[in-house]
């Protein structure tokens, strides 16, 4: 089965404890990325990558890192976890279709840093 | 970047077509629309992309106006699977999706 996954799902940490979050595809896309969502800002870009070992910044890519040293995996990591990176977290794969990408979503992680 | 304006909630009875409608009047010539949508507790869903034609598939069809600045997403019978949050964003070629507020679309049996 097609698909995105990501671990942990949940996740309550300290500030200042650096963690990573993953996230694996089956579906050997190229464009991978990472949003975050809050209430009442929806989904937020936070990096992407359009391939093996090319990352980009998105909308709002401080106190975040990622990497990616193989297509399938693009990896989360928040070097000192600050409470306002509390949220809810989306990594998605794309695939070029009809002329644009489409972009398949994992399950969420919802992190909590206290 | 390019913004959709769409309804904040929507009501639909079971079984009948709905229509999600969006307004884009700053596209670009090379924004593609594309409509995904997110089910309670889960992960944003693609359901439907275009340029400028009408499109179909398994899920839904999306009708683009001539001059484009505005685009409907039709559901030809509403299931109450079919509740979510539905989001109509411009893409460009970066590929970067800017998520509104989206529609809450609600189904009543």
């Known amino acids: 089965e097609a698909q995105v996954t990501q671990n942990p799902r949940y996740l309550i940490t300290v500030t200042g404890k650096k963690l990573t979050v993953t996230c694996s595809q089956n579906m050997n896309h190229e464009y991978m990325s990472w949003y975050r969502q809050d209430p009442g800002l929806g989904l937020r870009q936070i990096y992407y990558s359009m391939n093996v070992e090319v990352t980009d910044k998105g909308d709002v890519p401080e106190g975040y890192k990622v990497s990616r040293k193989e297509k399938r995996n693009f990896p989360l990591i928040l070097e000192s976890p600050s409470p306002n990176q509390t949220s809810l977290y989306f990594c998605?794969?794309?695939?070029?279709?009809?002329?644009?990408?489409?972009?398949?979503f994992g399950p969420g992680t919802r992190l909590t840093v206290t | 970047d390019a913004k959709t304006t769409q309804p904040n909630s929507m009501e639909s009875n079971e079984e009948e077509p709905v229509h999600l409608p969006c307004n884009h009047s700053?596209?670009?010539?090379?924004?593609?629309i594309h409509w995904y949508r997110q089910l309670p507790s889960q992960g944003p869903e693609y359901v439907i992309h275009g340029l400028t034609s009408n499109v179909n598939n398994r899920m839904a069809s999306l009708a683009i106006a001539e001059d484009r600045k505005s685009s409907t997403l039709i559901l030809h019978r509403a299931t109450l699977r079919d509740a979510a949050v539905y989001y109509c964003?411009?893409?460009?070629?970066?590929?970067?999706?800017?998520f509104g507020g989206g529609t809450r679309l609600m189904v009543k049996p």
């Open positions: 998605a794969s794309s695939s070029w279709t009809g002329g644009s990408y489409e972009q398949y």
């Open positions: 964003i411009l893409v460009d070629a970066g590929n970067m999706l800017t």
């Open positions: 700053t596209i670009s010539g090379t924004d593609y």
